[in-house]
T-cell receptor, first 113, second 113 residues
Framework: DADVTQTPRNRITKTGKRIMLECSQT?????MYWYRQDPGLGLRLIYY???????NKGEISDGYSVSRQAQAKFSLSLESAIPNQTALYFC????????????FGPGTRLTVL | AQTVTQSQPEMSVQEAETVTLSCTYD???????LFWYKQPPSRQMILVIR??????QNATENRFSVNFQKAAKSFSLKISDSQLGDTAMYFC??????????FGKGTRLHILP
């Protein structure tokens, strides 16, 4: 089984809808991250969490919110989706004692019509 | 602001040749990590190689090696004996002391048969 899983893997939705992307990890890591990838722009950090009670905004947090329900779960929400949020979204995890290793989920392809 | 620049949006080489992907970064920090990630068409993010800034010796992983020039803030990736399976998008990345990773915009590499 994969160490970092994301659901759904693909999603098509309409403008204005609320969407939640979920991430779960079995690695026991305390640090979790959400990125979005756009063609030609690489990966950009949306939010990150160093433990259940620690949530931080990243480079492009506007229009997004997150919830760290447990050490193993970190969800990303789009309260009212808009077309320019169409992108590939990645969750990643890191152990605080091993900051040189970041493990990525398989990605969620989100299309907002 | 810390930045990562990959000056080659796209490259093509013949199978079995050696190819070098360029990366430069900007930081005032002295201790940090640098990474190269591979993203094949499956879109999974795969760590290829990492370098700790305080280590002068260049990292090597089988056919992959880096040329790390700390003073010049340069971190290039060399792929020797390139294979068709090396076809992918390659991202250079930098981890800062806030434990966030900053990605370059990527280089799309095509290995031609």
């Amino acid at each position: 089984d994969a160490d970092v899983t994301q659901t759904p893997r693909n999603r098509i939705t309409k403008t204005g809808k609320r969407i939640m992307l979920e991430c779960s990890q079995t690695k026991g890591h305390d640090r979790m991250y959400w990125y979005r990838q756009d063609p030609g722009l690489g990966l950009r950090l949306i939010y990150y969490s160093f433990d259940v009670k620690d949530i931080n905004k990243g480079e492009i947090s506007d229009g997004y919110s997150v919830s760290r329900q447990a050490q193993a779960k970190f969800s990303l929400s789009l309260e009212s989706a808009i077309p320019n949020q169409t992108a590939l979204y990645f969750c990643a995890t890191t152990a605080s004692g091993r900051l040189d290793e970041q493990f990525f989920g398989p990605g969620t392809r989100l299309t907002v019509l | 602001a810390q930045t990562v620049t990959q000056s080659q949006p796209e490259m093509s080489v013949q199978e079995a040749e050696t190819v070098t992907l360029s990366c430069t970064y900007d930081t005032s920090e002295n201790n940090y990590y640098l990474f190269w990630y591979k993203q094949p068409p499956s879109r999974q993010m795969i760590l290829v190689i990492r370098q700790e800034a305080y280590k002068q010796q260049n990292a090597t992983e089988n056919r992959f090696s880096v040329n790390f020039q700390k003073a010049a803030k340069s971190f290039s990736l060399k792929i020797s004996d390139s294979q068709l399976g090396d076809t992918a998008m390659y991202f250079c990345a930098f981890m800062n002391r806030d434990d966030k990773i900053i990605f370059g915009k990527g280089t799309r590499l095509h290995i031609l048969p």
